[in-house]
């Protein structure tokens, strides 16, 4: 059964910087794609940023180069650290993987991730 634990959520300034971070178990983050994903405020999921099994990255273009996903094989986890951050990011995020291609954030948005973490609550203040 494959689990994902985030951590790291808060609350902080705009402007301000959290890092996320995913404890990964039951499959490792070099066999699927990894995926940071967030909750819209109207429902449903949209894809954050993701990395795929040979280190390739893909960002939504609200990231706007804010955001860093990265991964350590050695521990089995995954990270995502937001910069800059606004009042509009605010939501709650999870680690994901999506098992089909393409690992992209459109592929997320779209087409779904298979296994997710409870989330990790964002709250930026202006």
């Known amino acids: 059964e494959v689990q994902l634990v985030e951590s790291g959520g808060g609350s902080v300034q705009g402007g301000g910087s959290l890092s996320l971070s995913c404890v990964v178990s039951?499959?490792?983050?070099?066999?699927?794609?990894m995926a940071w994903v967030r909750q819209r405020p109207r429902g449903g999921l949209e894809g954050v940023a993701t990395?795929?099994?040979?280190?390739?990255?893909d960002y939504a273009e609200f990231v706007e180069g804010r955001f860093t996903i990265s991964k350590d094989s050695a521990k089995n986890m995954i990270y995502l650290q937001m910069n800059s951050l606004k009042p509009e990011d605010s939501t709650t995020y999870y680690c994901?993987?999506?098992?089909?291609?393409?690992?992209?954030?459109?592929?997320?948005?779209?087409?779904?991730?298979?296994?997710w973490g409870k989330g990790a609550l964002v709250t930026i203040s202006s």
């Open positions: 039951g499959t490792s983050v070099d066999t699927y794609c």
């Open positions: 990395i795929d099994t040979d280190g390739r990255l």
């Open positions: 994901a993987t999506r098992h089909r291609r393409p690992c992209s954030v459109e592929g997320t948005t779209l087409y779904g991730i298979n296994d």
